[in-house]
């Protein structure tokens, strides 16, 4: 009986030291499985993006209930994967009163059109109404060459903007320059599609890229120094889906510089 029980112990004993020894190349094997898992269950990337010295801001505001807002829709899609273009479609929502409430209309971004007349050039607003550095241009489907839709700038540079994102916070770092600045946020959206069913565009299915979903303004600050502005972004991380840093001088529309992040 001692003999059997001696046995039996060294033989498990023995397995033990068996498991052990083959434990790590059963992980390793497992690897390719384990590390999409993992990746997936992580939080959002972090990443970052430098605004660029050249790049034209394209507005658009545009409407569901306008029948003569599809094509300038279709135009703006043709922006897409441009480096050299940020482009916004901002959906209003004062046609909503004929019958077709727009899904991606806010009173934020109406707000923002009244706001940016004066200084567009336009003596009303419109749709579609496209805005081109900040100057209303009735130029499209082409753009104008660099600056060409823009009043003109100042010499001095413009200041810095890096954009970087760590979980669901995107900061903006800005560099010194004169006098206020200002600026605006929006989370943007391409590949979305609409069956209308009332208004002047009824019974079409019309397609949106550069949707802006969210829209918010920074406060203007005196810009002698760094800044560093941060917005949380509850929306997960998708294709299709950029968070946009628009930096102005304080009270125009005139982008000094524009930073797209797509993560």
């Known amino acids: 009986m001692t003999r059997s029980l001696t ?8 397995s033990r030291l068996v498991a052990t020894a083959l434990a790590p190349a059963y992980l390793l094997a497992l690897l390719p499985t384990l590390l999409p898992a993992l990746a997936n269950a992580a939080p959002a990337p972090n990443c970052s993006a430098q605004a660029e010295a050249k790049t034209t801001v394209v507005e658009l505001y545009t409407s569901e209930g ?3 807002c599809p094509p300038a829709d279709r135009w703006l899609s043709t922006l897409k994967g441009r480096p050299d273009v940020i482009a916004l479609a901002f959906h ?3 046609w909503d009163r004929l019958g077709w409430p727009d899904r991606f209309a806010t009173a934020a971004t109406t707000d923002r059109q009244r706001a940016v007349m004066a200084g567009s050039g336009s003596p009303y607003v419109y749709t579609p109404q496209v805005i081109v550095n ?3 241009w009735r130029g499209w489907p082409k753009l104008p060459a660099a600056g060409g839709a823009a009043p003109a700038q100042a010499t001095t540079p413009a200041p810095t903007l890096s954009l970087s994102r760590s979980g669901k916070v995107v900061s903006a770092e800005i ?11 929006a989370l943007v959206e391409d590949g979305h599609a609409s069956n209308v069913r009332a208004g002047e565009n009824r019974g079409e299915t019309l397609r949106h890229d550069h949707v802006v979903r969210r829209y918010e303004p920074v406060p203007a600050w005196t810009a002698d120094t760094n800044k560093l502005v941060q917005w949380t972004v509850e929306e997960p991380v998708a294709a299709g889906r950029r968070v946009v840093f628009v930096l102005t001088p304080s009270g125009t529309s005139q982008p000094l ?5 797509a993560c």
Not at 7 to 14: A, F, M, P, T, V
Not at 257 to 261: F, N
Request: positive net charge; glycine residues 18%; proline residues 3%.
């Open 92 to 94: 209003v929502n004062y």
């Open 257 to 261: 510089r524009a930073a797209s992040l």
């Open 175 to 185: 560099g010194p320059g004169a006098g206020r600045l200002g600026g605006y946020w």
């Open 66 to 68: 306008c029948s003569s």
């Open 134 to 136: 900040g100057a209303d």
């Open 7 to 14: 046995k039996l112990n060294c033989i498990s004993r023995w």
